[in-house]
């Protein structure tokens, strides 16, 4: 089981319900969050190219948080979600210098937190809750080992990018292009 998010840059309208909705789920404190909105534009006027893409930690394979991490507290869990224990966590920030995403930050309770695929959800067989209040539903979820998930359909169907391949990380972040 390998859990993986997909984003499709042709339908997100950069509304920030999923930022919202992580926010509210995760009990994430004011001004923080665990996921956000890039607005990205390329080319040369007039012929310019807008992207809006969902960003959040992209649960690398090869995460350099995870390596880097003094106490353990920083790990990968079943279905490569990489998640933080926050009582390990000793507010170092050694992960969040090593994050080439920048998706962690420190919680004002003296952890570093970051997303988590609402794993409480996912082991519930729910989608994370960014994914469920998609009004454009370009959020696709689910393990890449099945091939019939919506992530494996999406992601056969489409051309793709990861951010940052030079990294080596090996994320599991997807941006449908």
């Known amino acids: 089981m390998r859990y993986a998010m997909a984003i499709d840059t042709k339908k997100c309208v950069g509304c920030g319900d999923c930022v919202v909705a992580c926010q509210t789920e995760n009990n994430v404190p004011h001004g923080y ?3 956000w909105i890039v607005e990205s534009v390329e080319g040369t006027y007039p012929n310019l190219d807008l992207e809006f893409r969902s960003e959040r930690c992209n649960h690398c394979d090869n995460a ?3 390596r880097c991490c003094p106490t353990g507290a920083s790990h990968i869990a079943e279905g490569g979600i990489v998640l933080v224990t926050h009582n390990e966590c000793i507010g170092c920030g050694a992960c969040i210098e090593s994050c080439p995403y920048d998706a962690r930050y420190p919680h004002p ?6 997303c988590t695929f609402c794993i409480h959800r996912v082991e519930k067989g729910q989608n994370p809750a960014c ?3 998609c009004p454009t539903k370009c959020l696709h979820f689910g393990d890449l080992d099945d091939p019939n998930s919506e992530v494996s359909l999406a992601l056969k169907d489409r051309k793709w990018k990861v951010l940052a391949p030079e990294a080596g990380t090996k994320p599991q972040l997807y941006f449908l292009t």
């Open 33 to 35: 969050c665990r996921d």
């Open 64 to 66: 350099p948080c995870v």
């Open 109 to 114: 309770d003296g952890y570093v937190d970051k």
């Open 131 to 133: 994914v469920d209040v």
